[in-house]
Each structure stands twice: as C-alpha cells, then as structure tokens.
C-alpha cells in the first residue's frame, strides 16, 4: 500500500489500486530478472517468493488462484527473453544479452528517449554480435531532467534482416530511489520513494485491436493485432479473453507475450493458445487493459 501511494501516488478507487498495483509488480519482477542476468555468473541464482496466491492479491505472485498473470508474470518472462535488451538503472545504461548456445551474428541496437509529452530527448543506434551465453553493455545515455518528472526509454533489437528481436519499454523518474543503510538479508528500507505519480496523468490512449481465433485440435490459437492511433503513449497494455463482450475470463490463456507499451503510430501482433473447453468460438472476444 504504500509503495503503491508513494510510487505512483493515492490510489482512487479499487480499480486504480490494482492498476498501479500491477505497475509495480512488472518493474520489480522485470528488474530482479534483467539484474540476475546483468551479474551472472557473479550473481549465481534468484529466489522468487511467489509462484502463485491461494488468495486475491496484489503482491509477489507470479500468477492467482484463477490462473490469472499478473503484472510479474509478464515482467520476468520480458526479462528471461532468450535475446533481450535492457536498460541499467544503475548507470543510465543499455545492455544486450543471449542466452542461447549460438551466437546471434549481427544486430542493431535502437534506443529513444522521450519525456512525458513524447518530446524526443535523445536517440541512437549501435551495431554488434553476440557470442553465445554472453551480454555485453552497448551504451550509456545520459541523465536527463525532463518536464514532467519522468522519462520513457524505448529500446529495440533487431537482426540484420531488420527483425525485432527483442522491445523493451521503461519509465523512469527524474529522480532514483534513495536507500538507507538499514537493512538484512532480504530487505533494504527506502529513505525516499522515485516519484512516478505523473504517470496518472496520462491522457487515454487509443490502443486499439483486432482478433482472430483459430482452432487446432482441442486449443484455440488467439491472434491480436494492437494499434496505437492515439497522440500518446499506451502503457503496459494486457490482452484478455473473455466468453463474449463483458463475459467470463478465459483462463488460462498462454501468451507468448503480453502487456506491451505502444508509442503513437505502432502496432504488436500478441499470440496466444487456450483449451477450447467446449467454447463457442464464435462468441470469444480479446479485451484490451492498458494502464491509461
């Protein structure tokens, strides 16, 4: 609850608790997963607490008691991404890895950074390789101090035939976290929370999507082809499925990737797959929950 408060400001209502509450599930998971990967193999292992609820909640869970993601779910499976960029708190940095056992042959690396009006504060591209079960930092950005308090940082690899390989979204505050000295082995207190409270101004976005549902033997494939035709930028978008327009839930839907960020004029295609369960695929719709 606090975090909550003094991260992203007072919630408003139920509905705007879980909204933020989600925020921060994303960004921690993310962050712990992007760091393991940073400090392998000085960093030897994470511990996740937890796997999943037997109970409604906002914190720790991976995924609820209904089979539900929540916000973590899809912020680790971001970072655990085979190839994955990233940005490093730390030191304003940009860093590429590949987890797999071939080398990656040549990619570019793109990286934007944009205040709270979408104003561009800076921009670049890098080429590189990667050996195999290697990362390497590509760049270091500067720190800015832009209107609004708070910043986004749009990174994007791609390979040489121009594919994305990896997207990653951040928003940033304008000033860090500050720590205290107190702490113990799983825990170190905040002095001052970032200040990230302007994000609840953002104005609606204008994420829009398209569905398609196939079926393949006793799953249905779930396609969703997101665009954003708004002025604004539309912030961890999660795709659901429901059992008609305002129906049930369909759980648990595996998606291949979920609660994306789109900057204006973008499009995400997002597949899933889902047991059929006797459903009428004439009735299924995709609802779209983004942030703002």
């Given at each position: 609850?606090?975090?909550?408060?003094?991260?992203?400001?007072?919630?408003?209502?139920?509905?705007?608790?879980?909204?933020k509450?989600?925020?921060?599930?994303?960004?921690?998971?993310?962050?712990?997963?992007?760091?393991?990967?940073?400090?392998?193999?000085?960093?030897t292992?994470?511990?996740?607490?937890m796997?999943?609820n037997?109970?409604?909640?906002?914190?720790?869970?991976?995924?609820?008691?209904?089979?539900?993601?929540?916000?973590?779910?899809?912020?680790?499976?971001?970072?655990?991404e085979?190839?994955?960029?990233?940005?490093?708190?730390?030191e304003?940095?940009?860093?590429?890895?590949?987890?797999t056992?071939s080398?990656?042959?040549?990619?570019?690396?793109?990286?934007?950074?944009?205040?709270?009006?979408?104003?561009?504060?800076?921009?670049?591209?890098?080429?590189?390789?990667?050996?195999?079960?290697?990362?390497?930092e590509?760049?270091?950005?500067?720190?800015?101090?832009?209107?609004?308090?708070?910043?986004?940082?749009?990174?994007?690899?791609?390979?040489?035939?121009?594919?994305?390989?990896?997207?990653?979204?951040?928003?940033?505050?304008?000033?860090?976290d500050?720590?205290?000295?107190?702490?113990?082995?799983?825990?170190?207190?905040?002095?001052?929370?970032?200040?990230?409270?302007?994000?609840?101004?953002?104005?609606?976005?204008?994420?829009?999507?398209?569905?398609?549902?196939?079926?393949?033997?006793?799953?249905?494939?779930?396609?969703?082809?997101?665009?954003?035709?708004?002025?604004?930028?539309?912030?961890?978008?999660?795709?659901?499925?429901?059992?008609?327009?305002?129906?049930?839930?369909?759980?648990?839907?595996?998606?291949?990737?979920n609660?994306?960020?789109?900057?204006?004029?973008?499009?995400?295609?997002?597949?899933?797959?889902?047991?059929?369960?006797?459903?009428?695929?004439?009735?299924?719709?995709?609802?779209?929950s983004?942030?703002?």
């Open positions: 609850d606090r975090a909550v408060e003094l991260r992203y400001g007072p919630a408003e209502d139920l509905r705007d608790y879980c909204r509450a989600r925020l921060i599930q994303y960004e921690s998971w993310r962050a712990m997963y992007e760091a393991y990967a940073r400090f392998f193999p000085e960093g292992g994470v511990i996740a607490w796997l999943n037997a109970w409604p909640n906002q914190v720790f869970h991976l995924y609820d008691w209904y089979l539900r993601p929540g916000g973590g779910f899809y912020g680790a499976q971001k970072a655990c085979s190839i994955h960029i990233q940005y490093g708190y730390g304003n940095s940009i860093w590429a890895f590949n987890q056992r080398p990656t042959g040549h990619l570019r690396a793109f990286a934007r950074v944009f205040d709270l009006k979408l104003r561009e504060l800076d921009s670049g591209s890098w080429e590189l390789e990667l050996a195999a079960r290697s990362g390497r590509i760049a270091r950005l500067e720190k800015f101090d832009p209107a609004g308090g708070l910043s986004f940082v749009d990174l994007t690899l791609a390979s040489a035939e121009g594919l994305v390989v990896s997207r990653n979204f951040y928003w940033l505050p304008a000033t860090d500050e720590f205290s000295s107190v702490h113990t082995f799983y825990h170190t207190a905040l002095r001052r929370h970032a200040d990230l409270s302007a994000l609840a101004a953002l104005p609606p976005s204008g994420v829009r999507a398209e569905a398609r549902f196939r079926e393949e033997g006793d799953r249905v494939l779930v396609e969703a082809e997101l665009a954003n035709g708004s002025e604004t930028v539309c912030l961890l978008a999660e795709a659901l499925v429901r059992d008609g327009p305002g129906g049930e839930l369909v759980l648990p839907v595996l998606w291949e990737e609660m994306v960020s789109l900057l204006p004029g973008e499009r995400r295609s997002l597949r899933g797959k889902f047991h059929r369960g006797g459903r009428d695929l004439s009735r299924l719709v995709v609802e779209l983004p942030f703002n």
